[in-house]
């Protein structure tokens, strides 16, 4: 298996275990992937991961993308499914309703990059490298990169990168909002864990509710994510979790949430 998938004191931690090929995603690695967010599912379900870590094998790379050798000489038909299955699995990772962190130590190009922007968020070593290099192969991303990249760091900067196909370094991902934040080398595990530690002190119910009705509300006009806003507010309001934290603030004590 190239997918290792470990769950761990409320944390799923997905490895990509491929280092050989900079950890490159074949269609049987996005399969596995598939499988292993199921199982990421079945433990939110549970209540046994409240939080995900994705890392790749490996001090060289995160993710080098597609697996450029099974891209040659398919049918067009083929390649067109390709994308859908693609997309569709980092899609599942983007609605999971718990938050994930995509810890980006070296390379993360092409579908390996989209797998980041599926991601709640990403952090970066000093020394990771970024981009979408698709048009250097005469292509353009196929796994949400032209969609999710315009809508986390604008319009102008996503037509650059992906137009240039150039490399971007962590300082710059992180000025432009790529990343999220710059950390020091060490353990992705732990990393991921001390990034995700203060979101993960809430009711997992208010951080979906909050996430959806940003990235909903992002893909329509301002009065419709204003109405989303106000339908996702009100339920939130209606929580358990809710009903805690405002008696824990009148009652001056930290608020104790279940996640409901
Ligand atoms: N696919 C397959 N093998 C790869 C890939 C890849 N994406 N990236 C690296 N490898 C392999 C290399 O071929 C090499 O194998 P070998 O040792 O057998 O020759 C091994 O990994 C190590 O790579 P390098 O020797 O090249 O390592 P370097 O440190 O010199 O360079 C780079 C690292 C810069 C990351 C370089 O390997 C590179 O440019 N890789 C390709 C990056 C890339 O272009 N990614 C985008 C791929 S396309 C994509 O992701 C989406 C396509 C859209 C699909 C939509 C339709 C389905």
Redesign the pocket.
């Known amino acids: 298996m190239s997918v290792e998938l470990s769950i761990e004191n409320g944390l799923a931690l997905i490895k990509l275990n491929r280092p ?3 950890n ?1 995603l074949s269609f049987t690695i996005l399969g596995e992937l598939d499988a292993a967010i199921d199982q990421v599912s079945q433990a939110i379900a549970k209540g046994t991961a409240r939080g995900l870590i994705f890392t790749g094998e490996g001090e ?2 995160f993710c ?6 099974e ?1 040659m000489g398919r049918p067009v038909l083929h ?1 067109h499914e ?2 859908r299955i ?1 997309q569709a699995v980092f899609s599942k990772i983007a609605s999971l309703n718990i938050p994930s962190v995509a810890v980006i130590h070296g ?1 993360a ?3 390996g990059l989209e797998l980041a922007l599926a991601c709640t968020f990403r952090v970066a070593t000093a020394r990771a490298k970024m981009g979408l ?2 048009v ?2 005469g ?1 353009i ?3 949400g990169g032209t969609q999710r990249l315009p809508r986390l760091i604008g319009e102008g900067r996503a037509l650059d990168i992906i137009m240039s196909g150039r490399t971007v370094e962590a300082e710059e991902a992180e000025r432009i909002g790529l990343v999220n934040r710059i950390v020091a080398d060490g353990d992705p595990v732990a990393i991921g864990q001390e990034y995700l530690a203060p979101y993960l002190k809430h009711s997992l119910a208010a951080l979906d509710f909050a996430r959806q009705a940003i990235l909903r509300g992002m893909n329509t006009t301002l009065d419709e994510g204003l109405r989303i806003e106000r339908d996702l507010s009100t339920l939130a309001y209606q929580t358990a979790d809710a009903k805690e934290g405002m008696n824990a603030f009148v009652e001056k004590r930290t608020a104790q949430f279940k996640d409901h």
């Open positions: 050989k090929a900079l490159a060289k790379s080098a993308g597609a697996d450029i050798t891209l390649e390709g994308a693609g390379y190009f092409g579908g290099p698709e250097k192969l292509l991303p196929g796994y």
